[in-house]
Nanobody
């Protein structure tokens, strides 16, 4: 059974950078397209970025383009989200997600595996 474990969240100041990491463990933790979503209290979870297997294609939400980069290390079975120029609106719980397909997607319903989330707080 595949499990996703996020790390790297924390409290940072406006304009800072932060790198989130997601470790894929368990049998079958390969050949999955992966994504990052985020959620703030009272709001629906929203798409941030996604990457195909083995990583040739990526997709970003409008707010993430130019500031966030998603990448994967298929040997280490990890997916990363490098975030730069962070602002308070980026504060949220960030979730790593995996889908039973190699194709990139920005639809939450396409993802069947979810991590527990990691909190990112950007202070002004």
């Amino acid at each position: 059974q595949v499990q996703l474990v996020e790390s790297g969240g924390g409290l940072v100041h406006v304009g800072s950078s932060l790198k989130l990491s997601c470790a894929l463990t368990g049998i079958g933790a390969t050949s999955l397209a992966m994504g990052w979503f985020r959620q703030t209290p009272g709001k629906e979870r929203e798409f941030v970025a996604a990457i195909s297997w083995p990583g040739r294609k990526t997709s970003y939400a409008r707010f993430a383009k130019g500031r966030f980069i998603i990448s994967r290390d298929n040997v280490a079975h990890t997916v990363a989200l490098q975030m730069t120029s962070l602002n308070p609106e980026d504060s949220a719980v960030y979730y790593c997600a995996g889908r039973a397909s190699q194709a990139v997607s920005d639809e939450e319903r396409d993802f069947v595996l979810w991590g527990q989330g990691t909190q990112v707080t950007v202070s002004s």
